[in-house]
């Protein structure tokens, strides 16, 4: 039993980081972030809530971003991969602090795709590159 609370205090707080321990943390836009908590490979996109919390949104290591009244968009770097390059968006009507963000991120997307979902969609193209510190 002791274990599993200990387990369970280990995973609250993951989600709870002081910005004292991040390794890089930028406001986007509203509550979304730009963080990275070791080191930039591990740079993503997060919805801060009130608490400090702040909820993975977009994985990976994000490259460029965009923003706009209605949408946050990353280009990515998948983890397990050097050349390969995808997009994701987030549609902001759908998101908030108790959305489901299934519903709210829309991606990933090869850059076809990608094309047609600015086209169609009015999805900003990822244009203002991440810093890599």
Known sequence: MKGWLVGAASLAAAGC????VLFYDQPIDGPYRLRALADAEEMHI???????????????RVTAIA???????????????ADEKVYY?????????????????????DQSDFVFEMRHH????????????
Do not use: T
Not at 17 to 20: H, Q
Not at 122 to 133: D, E, H, I, K, S
């Open 67 to 81: 923003h706009d009244e209605d949408f946050i968009v990353a280009a990515v770097r998948p983890m397990n991969s």
């Open 89 to 109: 968006y987030v549609v902001r009507d759908f998101d908030g602090p108790r959305a489901d963000a299934k519903r709210a991120v829309r991606g990933p997307f």
């Open 46 to 60: 997060c919805y801060e809530r009130q608490n400090g919390a702040c909820e993975l949104r977009i994985p990976g």
């Open 122 to 133: 009015g999805v900003p193209a990822p244009n203002l590159v991440v810093p890599r510190r």
């Open 17 to 20: 980081v002081p910005g004292s």
